[in-house]
């Protein structure tokens, strides 16, 4: 938790600019049971949110009352209490284990497109005007509330879990990591050993705005995480496999619990015989699936409004234009059941949707928050996230992803020559503006007369993402949704996402192998 500043220390950071309060939550104290008397499970209403951060509709009015007191246009607050929960084993034992809780409230000021933001960590009358004020500042002068009736509209649920994270102990969880150990042990002589880390997170969220909105939502989040080093006449290889999403403990089935320990192991075994291929351009099939990463950072984040706004952006002037064969269309979704980046509502309290990026070639629409939606003068897409209350919203991709094609699987690979089948990546780098990047090929497969042949590794793939897109010359009818922990950072903000693709041909992609 943060450390006590006094409201002194408070004020003077306050007329420097922006600035974010650090107070320790009173309901940590002797009141939690009080607090949290009725506030466990999936099926919370509106009240139990209340109870939850101690407030009523009267306390947000006048927090709003003081944050619009300067004359600005609007002003909303989120709310948050998350609850995460880690383990981990290694070398055969769990030897790690701990908790972390946040919980405050942010208090987002607009005037035109200027931001004011602060937050508080003590959720009392006092401590939200007081930073209400501060965020204030962004605008001079006057202005007055009229108190407003809260108004809910109901959302759909897209993870839906039987058992909150809350009600599963750390017993219950153990079990899995010594399961999934025992198995990556006798799946492979070669092994020497093995990390696993089990995460899981409780994210509760309430957003009041100024003109009247009010929503909330329970956000569960899982996620088990397998590495494995492996040693064959002196030489070692790792890698890992994870599985993650919105789902609760009954998601860790005997199934996905042998998955974990087989495709861990399977990964980094198959590394003793991996080579490099040639280096230079050559054809590039992205296997279906968590390869979408290419997808999310080379092309979905020059999607993002923001970076339109401001004009960084390649796609800045590409609405209704042609970027793709008429064959390729992308979505960023929010609706997917139970996937890691979906959500029912936005933290700006707008509902989720599915939202075309490109249709069939065409660009249609870029990623909007309520600042961009204003601007561009549309709607908007349910994309304004924040990591934490101590963050205001971006603009931000939520499950990323190509729609199925009219390749097969099969015809993709027989239709290359030479060139290379990219299965997992890590480590990129992306320049938003121009659609530069750089990845890390970390496995895949050389194809060689239209059969993938030897694994290959260690190795990066060089390009631009609209020209990428551009060169998508064949799109698979395999649609997959990654399934691990993908984290998306931006501006300093990290949020889980998702990100899917069929199999993908691109026609040409420069490869960093070895020079021939």
Known sequence: MGQKISRRAFLEKGGKGLVATAFIPTFLGSDIDKVFAKAMGTDMKLQDYFNRFNVDEKTINDVMAAALSKGADYCDLFFE??????IGLEDKAVNKAYSNISYGVGIRVLKGDQTGYSFT??????AMKLAAKTAANIASGSGSFNPVKFKRSELADYYSIKTSWEQVGID???????QINEKVFNEDKRIIKSNIWFNDESRYILIATSEGVIQYDYQPMGQISVSCNAEQNGKREQNYFDLSGRRGIEFFTPANIDRLAKESVRRTVELFEAVKPDAGEMPVILAAGSSGILLHEAIGHGMEADFNRKNISIFADKINKPVAENFVSIV?????????????????????????????????????DRISAKYYNVNSTGSGRRESFRCYPLPRMRNTYMLPGPHSK???????KNGIYAESFTNGQVYIGAGDFTFYVKSGYLVEDGKLTKPIKDINIIGNGPKVLADVVMVGDDLKMAEGGWTCGKNGQSVPVSMGLPTVKVSKITVGGVKS
């Open 172 to 178: 219950k969880k153990i079990p899995y990591l010594q």
């Open 121 to 126: 960590e003590e959720i009392t009358p006092e």
């Open 81 to 86: 209490h998350t609850i995460g929960n880690y």
């Open 332 to 368: 960023d979704d929010g609706t997917n059941p139970n996937v890691r980046g979906s959500i029912n509502v936005d933290d700006e309290g707008n509902p989720t949707e599915k939202t075309f990026l490109v249709k069939d070639g065409i660009m249609k629409s870029y990623l909007h």
């Open 410 to 416: 099969e015809e993709i690979i027989k239709s290359v």
